[in-house]
């Protein structure tokens, strides 16, 4: 076995170590866990508040609960190497969560149908078909075809469903949904015997967000946000948007997505109605209070 590839994954396990272990070394100055899906603005979150130079520790997190394992497996066998860093942090920063220990959580939520799109430019390899061009760029016709032709073996409307039951209910006893959400502030805090959690909607992050996160962690003037994660390169910008301009998925699928506990308990009546009309092909579309 090369020694390169042995001596890299050491090194992320050793970063991993260390960063939980002074994340978790003070209980009078609790980590900020940016834990969340994936493409949901969490880069962005980490980053402005690193350049805020608050006084707690921030992790960037995805994965706590014990489906982590089968992620990390799930990015070797797509050929990632190494693994993504979240995914080892993940795996370090569990054996911390004891019972008792404090920290406070940031989470969002996004459209599912635009997480799906920005999860496969994100992570194009573990999607099995050729979504590239001859140029090995993300071809926006294909995947494009892609999404329509398999819109209903997609996976991504069980995942926004089920994260915050497997991750924020199973980890730190927080359950999302037994309250309504704050539909017209776009945030909302949770708590449980020592974490608190502030989950918002990414659609209101720049007007809402920057108030929100310094309320919830008591700051006297709002955070200045640092957009992050946007997509460098020209051509990566233009086939995304392509992608966003031109995808329209059934409409049986967007009611069923736009239906979901997920959809209904984040987003008001006039939101998804705006969201069913974006993605819905334009024939034959219906209200969402329509049966049909």
């Known amino acids: 076995m090369a020694i390169k590839p042995i001596l890299h994954a050491l090194t992320q396990d050793a970063r991993a170590s260390l960063e939980a272990r002074l994340a978790f070394a003070n209980p009078r100055v609790p980590p900020i866990l940016i834990y969340q899906m994936g493409k949901v603005g969490s880069t962005t979150i980490y980053r402005s508040l690193k350049a805020a130079s608050v006084p707690n520790p921030v992790l960037h997190l995805h994965f706590l609960s014990e489906d982590l394992s089968g992620y990390k497996e799930a990015a070797q066998q797509a050929g990632l190497f190494p693994i993504p860093y979240h995914l080892v942090l993940g795996d370090t920063v569990r054996k911390f969560l004891i019972p008792g220990v404090r920290c406070k959580i940031i989470s969002l939520v996004r459209d599912p149908v635009a997480l799906a799109i920005s999860a496969i430019f994100e992570n194009p390899a573990f999607f099995q078909e050729n979504i590239y061009t001859s140029r090995k760029t993300i071809d926006p016709e294909k995947t494009c075809r892609y999404l329509e032709q398999r819109q209903t073996e997609l996976t991504f409307l069980d995942y926004a469903n089920e994260w915050f039951d497997k ?3 199973r980890v730190f006893d927080i359950d999302v949904f037994a ?51 946007v997509r460098s390169e020209l051509s990566a910008r233009e086939a ?53």
């Open 167 to 169: 991750e924020l209910k």
């Open 179 to 229: 309250d309504p959400f704050a539909l017209d502030a776009g945030y909302r805090t949770y708590r449980s015997a020592s974490v608190e959690a502030l989950v918002l909607r990414l659609e209101d992050l720049s007007t809402k967000g920057p108030g929100a996160i310094a309320e919830f962690l008591g700051f006297a003037e709002p955070i200045r946000l640092v957009r992050a994660n």
């Open 240 to 292: 995304y948007q392509k992608v966003v301009n031109q995808i329209r998925l059934e409409e049986s699928l967007c009611r069923e997505i736009y239906t979901s506990r997920f959809s209904r308990h984040f987003y008001s009546e006039a939101m998804l109605e705006a969201f069913l009309l974006k993605w819905t092909r334009t024939e034959a579309r219906h209200s969402l209070k329509s049966p049909g």
